[in-house]
């Protein structure tokens, strides 16, 4: 692997432990910090449990290693502690602003120059913490999924103050953990990954609480969708065709959907207008071979757009 | 297998082809109508192609029967010779509903008593069109998946006329045909599987055109989504906890979303307030095992409401 950093995750919960012990091992030198010492007894009980699960859940770790993990994480209550000497600091505090805020004010005097800030949060946005920071250019969000070792995806969402070389470095040190990058260039409540999913929770909700059909419907026909080929958006896009996207979105835009009036002029322009209309002419989104398997993203796929508000 | 039925199908195209060639395959007595000979021609030859797509794509299947299915289908030009014996005509005419309703109001006086008419439309819903059937207590929406060898499902919506018993039977008529029948209550555009997979892509898009993140990202994160547990969303509500959503809908409620206010109304009076808060507890929309695995929907999943318009 690459060169050990030595990382600090603030808050040792649900969320917390998790991170600290893929830390650990991956490698890393890690401070595990939470408030109190029963917060940090509880931790340690915690992570022995995920060393469990790694051994139960995934194939070729090693037993005797990953339970070793909890015992090299150094467990503190001082933030001062866990401030030093941190290549990165991963605040997975509670979910609320002012408890967030509360705790970057207080750690900011006792950071190192070369310290970059990650906040872990699900559902608010670092640019309403970044100035609490005091070092906004070196500050953005880092979210892990729920259940880490094995949905390995962590999303990046910068703010616009955000060095973008800190982006990039960020993003190495994902893989530095197993981690797939997921790299958002502007920020979004909920990211991708938290927002596509609540979108279908509510579509679902919606259609119980209006009677149209009874929950375990709702769910068989979700499993149904998940299991096909189709949950690729973009993917079902070239294999639904461009033309009839097109025509459903032109609608919507006389509607006054901007965003649907954006995606037409997008899909016309630069695909439509050039004969790519999906899979059924070769290339859309994607580009694909004579037996329909798609190759690689398309030239047009990479264009760069002004993004709509 | 149970009786076998007469039925004819209305439109020999991409849709109305495959339907008539399950029917076909399934043992029941097909007539497969189109407008002109080269389209019954052309309906001939597609169902060749998909007595292949049987072979290839499914297992159990005899080459030698699948070959034989096209040529036991009756095709016609004449709506008077698809109608003649008929229990149940299934109209896949075009997406339009000028066509669709034109079509309804050629075929109603050569109907006898006992033909049900089921609408295959994707988009439009069955009560614009029931009066033109001149029988709209033995009319109602029957949506087959696209590729129905591998999504054998079948979306049954009536309209408030369609008599009960009817669609009680087109229930039984779908497992004729291997398919599940998807039974909604009620009329809603898109029926349960495009509506949830229409706002899942619109949301897609949305990420897009705001330049929240790239195509590839987007899609490669779709795919983590689907490739979990989560995707059923009552089961995933269950595992996400009811306190959680509860104060989520609860914000959204006060925001004025009355679909949140009726959903924290039912999962507090009917769930939470008898400690079933979702898998932790042991009961949910499901009711768990000792491992927390599903073993049958709640009894309170199953009380009918007064649907929310």
Redesign the interface.
């Known amino acids: 692997m690459t060169a050990a950093h030595t990382v600090a995750v603030l808050g040792a919960g649900n969320l917390g432990a998790p991170i600290a012990y893929r830390l650990g091992f991956f490698g890393h030198r890690v401070t595990s910090y939470d408030i109190s010492d029963d917060a940090v007894a509880a931790a340690r009980t915690r992570m022995h449990k995920i060393a469990e699960n790694y051994v139960r859940d995934l194939e070729d770790v090693d037993k005797h290693q990953a339970d070793k993990v909890p015992d090299k994480i150094r467990m503190t209550t001082s933030l001062a502690e866990a401030a030093q000497g941190a290549d990165f600091i991963i605040e997975a505090a509670p979910e609320n602003l002012e408890v967030k805020r509360a705790t970057y004010a207080q750690l900011a005097p006792q950071l190192e120059e070369k310290t970059v800030l990650l906040t872990n949060t699900s559902l608010l946005l670092p640019s309403d913490m970044m100035d609490a920071t005091g070092r906004p250019e070196k500050f953005l969000a880092y979210h892990f ?1 729920n259940t880490i070792h ?2 390995n ?1 962590v ?1 990046i969402m910068p703010t616009r103050e955000t060095d973008p070389e800190v982006t990039d470095a960020v993003v190495d040190f994902a893989r530095t953990l197993g981690m ?1 990058p ?5 920020e ?1 409540a909920g990211y ?2 938290n ?3 609540s ?3 509510r ?24 299991s ?1 080929p ?8 070239d294999r639904i065709g461009f033309n009839v ?1 097109y025509n ?2 032109k609608v919507r835009a006389a509607e006054g959907d901007a ?2 009036a ?2 037409c002029r ?1 899909i016309k322009e630069d695909f439509m207008d050039k004969g790519h209309i999906g899979i059924e002419s070769g290339e859309g ?1 994607y580009i694909y071979d004579d037996e329909r398997r798609p190759i690689r ?1 398309s030239d047009a ?2 264009k760069h ?5």
Do not use: C
């Open positions: 999924a094995l949905r995806i999303e797939k997921i790299r958002l260039h502007r979004h991708v990954i927002s596509l999913f979108t279908w929770m579509h679902a909700r919606d259609l119980w609480v209006k009677g149209v059909a009874d929950i375990e419907t709702i769910d068989d026909v979700a499993e149904v969708i998940a096909g189709d949950l690729r958006p973009f993917y079902a896009q996207s459903v979105n965003a649907a954006e995606y997008r989104f993203l796929a990479h757009y002004e993004p709509i508000d």
